[in-house]
């Protein structure tokens, strides 16, 4: 009897180490690129280079300063301040679930976590380094970095570069994951008490008259919140450039400093979107369609920060892409965006859905 309890609760502790390295509930499964493996080594590392201060010009500043754990890996914020209170143009968006995008970035303009994790030490007004040389220096002379690189890469000290760095950013966030909310728990998980009747008349809204999912996705068997794909939906409407004068500044602004400095710098070369990388008028004033998971732990929204609430971004798309009825429609909108004459309790119970998108591990106490 001893013997077949033994042998049960091994098969258990097995099972729970499986299913412990399955995607959570809602989520498909972290997409890993071939030449940059997940090893428990690489991750560490990674873990270590996010959180590490002296990698900006003060010391003073690191990927968590904005992309903060007690803040749903971001950092509250209209838009992010780097070295010295240096304000950006951009609210910094969840790392939370970033593994799962096809581009990175508000405006798409990186492919992947690995090149993504680059820039900000460069930008002047994140990390504001020159080049990648002083984080080379540290990690090359560190003793603990030493044997962390060549425990996770196999490479001596001198060996070290800026790819081995990238990946093991990347491999960290790989693992920052989040699923197996009370939605996930309601839709995938049948269990039918998972949401409040108000959330599920909110997840009605959400696929119905709302027409939201048109765009943040729902799969039969995993909702990432987003169609990978870039919309112009009003927000930026009052900064776009107003005439082909201010259309050409902001351009060549582009072509001098590339589109991370350009856009990160100037509000209005910012409100390009997706134009600062194709040109092409389509993806003018378009943005990367967000995920929205742990939505409620990632205020003020939208690229700009420029709306405080979930109840203000209701009432954004309630208005078909303004915030008041009085403001003007902004141009170039995407064809999805329209009035939706929803009643403020319709406009209620679609908050309250969005409430429900929230990650146990982060719920706040
Ligand atoms: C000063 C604040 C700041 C710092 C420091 C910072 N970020 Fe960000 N992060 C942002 C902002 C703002 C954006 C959006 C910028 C844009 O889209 O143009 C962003 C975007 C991202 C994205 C894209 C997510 C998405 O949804 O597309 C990832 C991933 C990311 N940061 C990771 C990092 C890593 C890794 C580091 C450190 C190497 C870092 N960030 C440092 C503010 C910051
Ligand atoms: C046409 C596509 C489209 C539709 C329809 C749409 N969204 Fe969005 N959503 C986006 C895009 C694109 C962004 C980012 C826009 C930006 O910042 O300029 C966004 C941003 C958001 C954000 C802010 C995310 C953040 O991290 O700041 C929330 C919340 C949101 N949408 C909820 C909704 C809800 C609720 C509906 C339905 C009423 C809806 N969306 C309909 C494309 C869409």
């Known amino acids: 009897m001893r013997k077949i309890l033994f042998g049960l609760s091994i098969f258990i502790l097995l099972a729970a180490w499986a299913g412990a390295a399955e995607a959570p509930l809602g989520l498909p499964k972290v997409p890993v690129p071939k030449d940059n493996p997940q090893t428990p080594e690489k991750i560490q590392l990674g873990e270590k280079l996010f959180n590490d201060e002296r990698f900006s010009t003060t010391g003073k500043v690191s990927c968590a300063t904005c992309h903060a754990k007690d803040k749903g890996f971001s ?14 143009t951009r609210n910094a968006p969840t790392v939370l679930n970033a593994a799962y995008f096809r581009s990175q970035f508000w405006d798409g303009r990186e492919p992947s976590l690995e090149e993504q994790s680059a820039q900000p030490f460069l930008n002047p007004v ?26 996770a890469f196999g490479v001596k000290a001198r060996q070290i570069t ?53 765009c943040h996705t729902i799969e039969q068997d995993h909702a990432l919140f987003t169609n990978h794909l870039f919309h112009n939906i009003g927000v ?8 082909l004068d201010e259309l050409r500044a902001a351009v060549k602004e582009v072509k001098e400093k590339g589109v991370d400095v350009a856009v990160l710098s100037n509000p209005k070369t910012e409100s390009l979107g997706r134009y600062a990388v194709t040109r092409e008028l389509s ?12 939505i409620d732990l990632t205020a003020p929204y939208m690229h700009d920060g420029s709306l405080k609430t979930l109840e203000e971004v209701v009432q954004f798309y309630n208005n078909g892409g303004r915030l008041k009825e009085t403001d003007p429609i902004p141009e170039l909108l995407d064809g999805g965006i329209r009035p939706l004459n929803l009643t403020p309790e319709q406009q209620a119970d679609l908050v309250e859905f969005l409430k429900a998108l929230t990650s146990p591990q982060f719920v706040k106490k």
């Not at 760095?165 to 839709?187: M, N």
């Not at 930026?236 to 005439?243: E, H, I, K, L, S």
């Not at 993806?283 to 742990?294: C, I």
Request: net charge positive; hydrophobic share 40%.
């Open 75 to 88: 950092d509250a914020l209209p838009v992010s301040e780097g070295i010295d209170q240096l304000k950006g």
């Open 162 to 214: 800026m790819k081995e760095v990238k990946k093991a950013i990347a491999s960290f966030e790989r693992t920052l994951v989040a699923g197996d909310s009370p939605f996930d728990r309601y839709l995938y998980g049948g269990d039918k008490k998972a949401i409040s009747a108000a959330a599920v008349r909110g997840l009605e809204i959400f696929r119905g008259q709302g027409r939201c999912v048109s």
């Open 126 to 151: 994140e990390m504001g380094l020159k080049n990648h040389e002083p984080i080379l220096k540290i990690v090359r002379t560190d003793p603990e970095y030493v044997r962390m690189f060549e425990k």
């Open 236 to 243: 930026a409407a009052q900064r776009m450039p107003a005439n």
């Open 283 to 294: 993806d003018m004033g378009a943005f990367k369609t967000s995920t929205l998971r742990n």
